[in-house]
């Protein structure tokens, strides 16, 4: 890997702390990171270096891994900070300490800038790189949601491209780092036994399911800004329907497995409001930092359609909400019931399940012959922990991310064409948002959504 100098912007925000510089320290102790490098935060609160490095030792404290002596002295005298904020009129100190850890890394160190802020914030800042001489042969890493609007996405993506080129331009969605979201491919296209059966001939229904019930307390303002359909909806879940629902792609590659993924989000049908339950935790308006009348969704609930010719009719059904009763990150694959000899048998018992939480898990429920003198039908799971496989080496989402732009390899980032078409599927309801209900804190979210699922019913939940 070449010589690499990081900019973090935002480096003292939430994010940073609880993702980004935990990600940056695992990739330094299991040996990932070049062999020179620094990493410069920026933010517009006058820092020393010494502060910075007690704020990231703090985050790393907190969110782990915990800093141990060794790694730790060589990490942390790789860390700088560059106060003053940056902008087009003013690059704060930033391109004084970046002369500072080039001279340490190397003049000819790649750069490689994190924008760990709110999406405001993306426009100004990729001008002030172009406008400052630091965009050139840099990459460039964008946290979702990239753009807050389809008006929005299109403004934002014509400057990206004035300052960039797309093979410059990371927009980092973590699901799509999650062991478990890559073997949704994996396991289909390695196994004949998923892949024949991976159609609208013996699938009934696909649940994609991310129910929290964590709040936003330590994001308010962000979150308020944002809501479920932004944060979640239009970014994690919807990449994760194109994961399951892609074409088989002529390779693995990055700009196969990317067209593969694009090709499929621009046949998702435009979501129906009918079809869209949107929530409300009791109590969210209550949160400091949250106006008392707030509109703000933080539930929403969808079935959407794929018209082509592997999927159609089968709905997929996604959910995602703060304050539920159980947190999961889970897709549901559900199979449908075979034709005879047996009848009666239970709903929903053939389901293939990918747990996209931790290390991820594969688990598949089927039906097996209960031993006895009976022919009674019981419902089994098998069940295969990712992480326990032999030799396995599972890395956190962002550590893997953020190791691929090292890299250069794009194929678990989002393309503008699969974008542009992301949008315009959740169009329909941020110009007619359905109904905002309330639901209490510690349930499965509104009753309505209980409609989306029949006549069988969430598998969580239900």
Same mark, same amino acid.
């Given at each position: ?15 940073? %702390? ?54 730790? %002295? ?10 003053? #904020? ?106 004949? /036994? ?20 964590? #709040?936003?307390?330590? %994001? ?6 944002? #809501? ?19 074409? =088989? ?68 059904? /996604? ?65 295969? =922990?990712? #992480?326990? /496989? ?9 550590? %893997? ?28 309801? /941020? ?14 979210? =509104? ?16």
């Amino acid at each position: 890997m070449p010589r690499t100098v990081f900019v973090l912007f935002g480096a003292t925000g939430d994010l940073a %702390r609880r993702m980004v510089l935990p990600a940056f320290y695992t990739l330094a102790i299991e040996g990932l990171l070049p062999g020179e490098w620094a990493l410069v935060g920026n933010g517009r609160g006058d820092v020393a270096h010494e502060d910075f490095r007690r704020h990231v030792h703090d985050a790393l404290t907190e969110f782990g891994p915990a800093p141990e002596k060794g790694p730790w %002295r060589d990490f942390e005298r790789r860390l700088y900070f560059a106060g003053g #904020g940056f902008g087009s009129d003013s690059p704060g100190s930033l391109l004084d300490v970046l002369g500072e850890a080039r001279g340490r890394v190397g003049e000819d160190a790649q750069l490689v800038h994190y924008l760990a802020v709110p999406p405001v914030a993306f426009p100004e800042l990729t001008r002030a790189l172009g406008q400052h001489g630091l965009a050139t042969n840099a990459r460039v890493v964008y946290e979702k949601p990239f753009g807050t609007s389809p008006d929005g996405f299109r403004r934002l993506d014509r400057i990206v491209h004035k300052v960039l080129d797309e093979s410059q331009v990371f927009r980092i969605d973590h699901f799509l780092g999650k062991e478990a979201t890559q073997n949704l491919h994996v396991l289909r296209f390695a196994n004949e /036994l998923f892949a024949a059966s991976w159609d609208r001939e013996h699938i009934e229904s696909v649940q994609i399911d991310v129910p929290e019930d964590l #709040g936003i307390d330590d %994001r308010a303002a962000f979150y308020d800004a944002t #809501g479920a359909v932004l944060d979640m909806l239009v970014t994690h879940l919807f990449q994760v329907a194109a994961e399951v629902a892609m074409e =088989p792609p002529a390779s693995l590659g990055a700009a196969d497995l990317q067209s593969a993924r694009e090709k499929v989000i621009r046949a998702f049908r435009p979501l129906d409001p009918a079809e869209v339950v949107l929530g409300q935790f009791a109590g969210y308006r209550d949160v400091e930092g949250i106006p008392k009348r707030s509109r703000t969704d933080t539930y929403v609930a969808g079935r959407l359609w794929i018209d082509n010719a592997r999927w159609r009719g089968v709905p997929f059904l /996604l959910r995602t909400g703060k304050r539920m009763a159980e947190s999961h990150q889970r897709v549901g694959i559900v199979l449908r019931d075979p034709a005879g000899p047996l009848t009666g048998l239970p709903r929903q018992a053939n389901v293939l399940t990918f747990s996209l939480a931790g290390d991820g898990e594969i688990d598949v429920r089927l039906l097996a012959k209960k031993p006895g003198v009976e022919l009674d039908v019981e419902s089994a799971t098998v069940r295969l =922990p990712l #992480g326990r /496989l032999p030799e396995g080496e599972p890395l956190p989402p962002y550590v %893997r991310l953020i190791h691929d732009v090292l890299l250069g390899d794009r194929s678990l980032f989002t393309r503008p064409d699969g974008l542009s078409a992301a949008w315009k599927v959740v169009r329909p309801v /941020l110009q007619d948002p359905p109904r905002l209900h309330r639901y209490a804190q510690g349930s499965w979210g =509104p009753a309505a959504a209980r409609k989306l699922a029949a006549p069988h019913g969430w598998l969580l939940g239900d």
